[in-house]
C-alpha cells in the first residue's frame, strides 16, 4: 500500500511536470527570434503526454496492487495491438491472435497478481509454451505464406509488449531488503514508481543532451537524432538523478546511481530497436496516443527493455 513516501514521490513529480509546465507556456508565448516554434509544439504535446501517463499511473497506485497489474495489464494489451497493426495480418492469424490477446496476455498478469510464488511460471509461460503454441496454431490454419515472418511478429510482439513490460507491476511483490539483509520498510509501489520515472527521465534526457552536444550519430538510417553524446549524457545525469531518489528505494545511493545507468541503457536500446521495426514497416508512429503525437507503444518502448533486467537485478540483490 501507498506510505507518506509514495505521497512525496507523487509530489515530487508534480512539481517537476508542473515547472516544466510553466516553462513550456513561457517559451511558447517567446517571441525571440531563432525559437524554433515546431519544437516547442513538439515540447508541449510531450507534456501533455506525461501529464495523462503520470494521472493514470498516480491513480493507479492509490488503488494498491491489483490497480497497477490492471492498468499495466491494460498498457500492455494497448501497446501490443499497436504493434500488431504496425503490419498487415492474414486470415490465418486470426485465431492465433484471439489466444494472444485474451488468454496469454491475461494469463501473464493474473499469475503476477496472485504473487511471487509464481515466479517460475509467469517467466516461462510465454518464451516456451506461447512460442510453442504460436508456430503450431498458425500451422493448423493451413496459412503457409510468409508462416515464419508471421509467426516471428507475434511472437517478438508478445514478448516485447506483454512478457517484458509485466516485469515492472512484478516488482510489487518483492520481499525487499537492504545490501547486507536488513528488512525495507518502504512500500514497493515507490520502487514501481521509482523504476519508470528513471526510464522515462533517461529518453528525455538523450533528447536533450543529443539536441544540445551530439554530433556522432549511433545509427543514422534507423534514426538521425540519437547520439552517442546523447546517451553518455543521459547515463550520467539519470544515474545522478537516481541516486538522489535513493530515499524512495531500498539502494544505497552508489547502487541507485548503477541501476539508474542500466536502466538508462536498456531504455536507450529499447528505444533504438523499436525505431528500428518502425523503420522496417515504414511507419513513423505506433499509434496516436495524443494526436500528432505518437502511440502507446511509443512511449513504453524503453520501459519494456528496461523492466526484465532491473527486476531480475533486484530479486537477486535486494530479497531475502
Not at 499511473?57 to 500488431?84: N, P
Amino acid at each position: 500500500m501507498p506510505d507518506f513516501t509514495t505521497y512525496l514521490l507523487i509530489a515530487v513529480i508534480l512539481a517537476a511536470l508542473s515547472i516544466a509546465t510553466i516553462v513550456g507556456v513561457v517559451m511558447g508565448r517567446s517571441n525571440t527570434p531563432g525559437t524554433d516554434a515546431a519544437l516547442i509544439k513538439r515540447y508541449q504535446s510531450k507534456l501533455r503526454v506525461w501529464w495523462t501517463m503520470v494521472a493514470v499511473f498516480v491513480i493507479g497506485s492509490l488503488t494498491g496492487r491489483i490497480g497497477l497489474v490492471v492498468l499495466f495489464a491494460f498498457v500492455s494489451f494497448w501497446g501490443l495491438r499497436e504493434f500488431i497493426s504496425m503490419t498487415p495480418t492474414r486470415r490465418g492469424d486470426h485465431r492465433t491472435l484471439f489466444w494472444i490477446f485474451f488468454v496469454f496476455t491475461p494469463m501473464q498478469y493474473i499469475l503476477i497478481g496472485l504473487g511471487s510464488q509464481n515466479y517460475e511460471f509467469y517467466t516461462i509461460v510465454i518464451p516456451v509454451y506461447a512460442s510453442l503454441f504460436i508456430p503450431a496454431r498458425a500451422a493448423i490454419a493451413g496459412d503457409a505464406k510468409r508462416f515464419l515472418e508471421r509467426c516471428a511478429k507475434i511472437q517478438y510482439g508478445l514478448l516485447i509488449c506483454v512478457y517484458c513490460l509485466s516485469h515492472a507491476p512484478a516488482l510489487l511483490y518483492l520481499e525487499l531488503v537492504r545490501t547486507g539483509g536488513e528488512k525495507w520498510d518502504g512500500s514497493a509501489t515507490n520502487l514501481l514508481m521509482f523504476f519508470v520515472l528513471i526510464a522515462q527521465l533517461s529518453l528525455t534526457l538523450e533528447r536533450v543532451w543529443s539536441r544540445w552536444i551530439g554530433s556522432h550519430v549511433i545509427a543514422p538510417d534507423i534514426n538521425g537524432s540519437r547520439t552517442w553524446e546523447g546517451v553518455l549524457g543521459s547515463i550520467m545525469t539519470t544515474g545522478v538523478i537516481a541516486a538522489l531518489l535513493r530515499w524512495a528505494t531500498p539502494f544505497f545511493w552508489w547502487e541507485a546511481l548503477l541501476m539508474g545507468v542500466v536502466v538508462t541503457i536498456m531504455a536507450s536500446v529499447g528505444t533504438l530497436t523499436m525505431s528500428a521495426i518502425k523503420r522496417d514497416r515504414g511507419v513513423t508512429d505506433t499509434g496516436t496516443l495524443v494526436q500528432g503525437h505518437a502511440g502507446v507503444l511509443d512511449q513504453i518502448d524503453n520501459i519494456c527493455f528496461a523492466a526484465p533486467i532491473f527486476y531480475h537485478v533486484t530479486r537477486f540483490f535486494f530479497t531475502a
